[in-house]
């Protein structure tokens, strides 16, 4: 069995995550891989959302970089 990519297993993160940012009516989209960082677009109710860099920081980051360890940066566009 071959090793997902990068962007695969980047994307299975965000699957994971997706349904706890659909819940407060919000969602998250994959804008670029860049070497170790990861950007990310937080959309919907979740741009506005005062907790959205706490969000980023732990739930995001924490589940891309499970998926992904060589991962070193998470933001947000």
């Known amino acids: 069995m071959s090793q997902a990519s ?12 997706r349904p706890f940012l ?10 670029s891989i860049e070497e170790e960082k990861v950007v990310v677009r937080l959309e919907g ?3 506005d959302c005062s ?8 739930g995001v980051a924490m589940t891309i970089q499970k998926y992904a360890p060589e ?6 566009i």
């Open 45 to 47: 109710a979740c741009v």
């Open 22 to 31: 659909q819940n407060d009516g919000g969602d998250i989209a994959l804008v």
């Open 71 to 76: 991962v070193k940066e998470v933001v947000n």
């Open 6 to 17: 990068l962007t695969e297993r980047i994307e299975l993160a965000l699957a994971e995550i």
């Open 51 to 58: 907790v959205n860099q706490m969000t980023l920081k732990s």
